[in-house]
């Protein structure tokens, strides 16, 4: 019996485990129809994309579309997309512009970039030498040596335009612009100078870049700087002031420098106030440094190193940032200084400038393929800090607007392409205007959703401050202002009170870029431009408009501004618009009325009066545009009815 059970056992035990087996692979076989299932489930979901045309698809240069690698959860077609080290490109958001295969292309053809820094720059290194001709694309001065003593030159010129020949999954050293035109380099030496003769003989050089300045620190750890001279406007800054309103397409693109988180004495905003002469023009773009952690997921934050601001008058600078951390370039070995496949990790805002200024040629290069010419720089500024993506936490602390230590956030260059590119059906969106003494500049704006915010920059190169040590660094204070019938909306501006919080909305008088943001707008804005004080001649100013809606002018004829202004004001209780003149100079001929669609309300002619007054009772609450017709001039004039 005993035998007879055993063996039993064995035989009721081999058909359990043959059953189990069995079993097994059938669950597998199951599970691995599923997932074939869901793979020609994912396949059809793709065919159907391309049955339907879908305009997410992407496609090739002959213009057939490239197969999505999937679906997202929200019907749209995803591409794969390879992984690499800290990559400024892809940091910037600069890949998608430069895809060849994409719509934009853009690589810096055609735009040259000058760059002034240490001693002299390794340029046959391998990132630098076309492959088909042998030939190095940077070109040095011939009346400076070539002694090479530095890597640094090198290294920053590798931001901008390394070919990319290193290339694996731990660091991508491609440039921002590899395919520009030329790379002009020089020794920093005698910069303002030789800035002047390029300028007054090439007519393509637009950007520039200056990864140096003056430290509040010398060699020996002594303070160089008496605390009030740091963050004053200097001499230095007055040149590059005044060469930029004498070349007003040229942009110096600066590096804010690397001491802050040191402390100096007299230092009176711990962590803040490290910016000094050459870093404080009203005119150039002072660029921050970013971190990039990716150890316990992707955090960017501000760079400990990072100088940042404000100036003594409270000036938003830095006003841009992007990756000064663990950057890939392309380097020189001084002990092995013929070799060209040297390469190092550097740190510093030394390297997150270039990446700006190589942005900045991307921008350029889209631009000038559009309209034929180039931004004025302060287009280009205004249109860089529109678009940034704001940097608002630091670890623990939430700082909402710009701030003196990131600027108005990482730049983000596919962002400003679409802009760009929005002028091509919407001219009205980049806008290089003239504002004269007195005058105002107005335009309308029709929301059509309220998804996306309403923004409006405006930038202008500001005439260099003649008398140095005086309190207020701007010369020519322009204003913007949005208005609905309700509501006026204020640009961003510093909190004097503590610059370490959020920025603050209010009348800013000491910028000059101011940029208004308005979430979930609905219906109807004018957006004006006006000044303050007496402009000793017409300013010009770039305006830069992004939303869901449609701009537009009242017409042609409207634009015309006066010597004096107009003032019209609505009264509720008597139903009446009063217009006058603050200066009674001139005579009123006529006037016309308008609502911003630039329908014609109401017009008549007046009998040579200085003041007159409209009837409202039948008018709804809006906007409304006065046009005044005088012996000399025509003037236009804003007023709401409530």
């Not at 600027?407 to 929005?422: P, R, T």
């Amino acid at each position: 019996m005993k035998k007879f059970f055993f063996l039993f056992f064995i035989v009721v035990g081999c058909t359990i485990l043959r059953v189990k087996i069995v079993s097994d692979k059938e669950t597998h076989q199951d599970k691995l129809n599923a997932l074939y299932h869901k793979i020609d489930k994912n396949e059809k979901a793709i065919d159907s994309l391309i049955e339907i045309n879908h305009p997410n698809l992407k496609r090739d240069k002959s213009n057939y579309i490239i197969r999505p690698d999937g679906v997202s959860l929200s019907g749209k077609p995803i591409y794969y997309k390879t992984y690499h080290g800290r990559s400024q490109v892809e940091f910037i958001n600069a890949s998608d512009v430069k895809n060849p295969d994409g719509a934009y292309n853009l690589n810096g053809e055609g735009i040259q970039i000058h760059v002034w820094d240490s001693k002299s720059i390794f340029d046959t290194h391998q990132e630098f030498v076309n492959p088909n001709t042998g030939e190095s694309i940077i070109e040095t001065s011939p009346n400076e040596t070539q002694d090479i003593e530095s890597s640094h030159g090198t290294r920053v010129a590798s931001v901008i335009m390394a070919l990319g020949s290193s290339h694996d999954e731990n660091n991508d050293v491609r440039g921002i612009a590899p395919n520009i035109s030329k790379l002009n380099y020089f020794n920093f030496n005698n910069d303002i100078f030789e800035i002047l003769q390029e300028l007054e003989s090439n007519p393509d050089f637009i950007i520039s870049n200056h990864s140096y300045g003056y430290n509040i620190f010398n060699e020996d750890e002594e303070q160089v700087f008496d605390a009030w001279e740091i963050g004053e406007y200097g001499d230095k800054d007055q040149l590059i002031d005044e060469t930029a309103n004498l070349y007003p397409y040229w942009l110096y693109v600066n590096a804010a420098g690397n001491e802050g988180d040191l402390s100096y004495e007299g230092q009176e905003y711990p962590k803040y106030d490290y910016l000094t002469n050459g870093s404080i023009a009203k005119n150039q773009l002072n660029v921050a440094s970013l971190n990039l952690q990716t150890e316990f997921g992707y955090f960017i934050s501000p760079s400990g190193f990072s100088s940042s601001g404000p100036t003594n008058s409270f000036r938003i600078s830095p006003h841009i940032s992007a990756l000064g951390s663990q950057v890939y370039c392309a380097t020189w070995n001084s002990e092995k200084p013929t070799e060209t496949n040297w390469y190092s990790l550097s740190s510093g805002t030394s390297f997150s400038s270039p990446a700006v200024a190589g942005g900045a040629a991307l921008l350029q290069q889209h631009y000038k393929n559009l309209h034929s010419t180039y931004m004025r720089s302060s287009t280009l500024k205004g249109l860089i800090c529109h678009t940034a993506t704001d940097i608002t936490k630091w670890g623990a602390k939430t700082v909402i607007g710009p701030d003196p230590k990131t600027g108005y956030g990482l730049l983000n260059v596919e962002k400003a392409v679409e802009v760009i590119q929005s002028t091509a059906s919407k001219p009205l969106r980049i806008i290089e205007q003239e504002l004269a003494n007195n005058g105002t500049f107005q335009l309308n704006f029709m929301t059509d959703s309220s998804d996306e915010p309403l923004i409006v920059t405006l930038a202008w190169n500001d005439p260099y401050k003649q008398t140095l040590l005086t309190e207020k660094d701007l010369v020519n204070d322009l204003d913007i202002r949005v208005f609905n019938v309700t509501d006026t909306y204020y640009p961003w501006k510093l909190d004097e009170n503590d610059i370490t919080s959020s920025a603050l909305k209010g009348d800013n008088t000491v910028d000059n870029l101011e940029k208004i943001e308005i979430e979930n707008p609905n219906g109807s804005y004018v957006i004006e431009v006006s000044h303050k004080g007496i402009l000793s001649e017409n300013q010009n100013f770039s305006l830069i408009i992004s939303g869901s809606g449609n701009t537009s002018t009242l017409s042609y004829d409207l634009m015309e501004i006066g010597l004096e202004k107009i003032v019209s004001t609505f009264n509720k209780e008597q139903n009446q618009i009063t217009v006058y003149q603050i200066d009674n100079t001139h005579i009123f001929k006529s006037f016309a009325l308008y609502d911003l669609s630039g329908r014609l309300i109401e017009n008549s002619v007046l009998n040579d009066v200085s003041s007159f007054k409209i009837n409202t009772s039948e008018l709804n609450s809006n906007i409304y545009i006065v046009e005044v017709k005088t012996n000399s001039s025509r003037f236009t004039t804003k007023v709401i009815v409530k």
